[in-house]
């Protein structure tokens, strides 16, 4: 069993930062990259950010490069994600997903995640 759990959401207006949590427990001995994804209501999930199994590769997508930083501490089984200079076209609801065990690349597909989260809400007013 594989659980995640994010935390950090939260209300904040136009221009303010935040900082996201995923905190991984159970089967975490293997090597896995992680990934960040959103939903806001009425679209599709979408990729925000994914980073290797190292740590030493991230993507993006377009809409939160230069905004937003992942990373990851292994030894904390814990990813971040620093979105600074928020917009309200960021407000929704916020998953963090992994892939299997010895999956160690990024990949942009939701299909891709078997696991995830229950989400944390980030609404950002104008």
């Known amino acids: 069993q594989v659980q995640l759990v994010e935390s950090g959401g939260g209300l904040v207006q136009a221009g303010g930062s935040l900082r996201l949590s995923c905190v991984a427990s159970g089967r975490t001995s293997s090597s896995y990259a992680l990934g960040w994804f959103r939903q806001a209501p009425g679209k599709e999930r979408e990729f925000v950010a994914g980073i290797n199994w190292s740590g030493g590769s991230t993507n993006y997508a377009d809409s939160g490069k230069g905004r937003f930083t992942i990373s990851r501490d292994n030894a904390k089984n814990t990813m971040y994600l620093q979105m600074n200079s928020l917009k309200p076209e960021d407000t929704a609801v916020y998953y963090c997903?992994?892939?299997?065990?010895?999956?160690?690349?990024?990949?942009?597909?939701?299909?891709?995640?078997?696991?995830w989260g229950q989400g944390t809400q980030v609404t950002v007013s104008s």
């Open positions: 997903a992994r892939r299997p065990g010895g999956y160690i690349g990024i990949s942009y597909s939701p299909s891709d995640y078997p696991y």
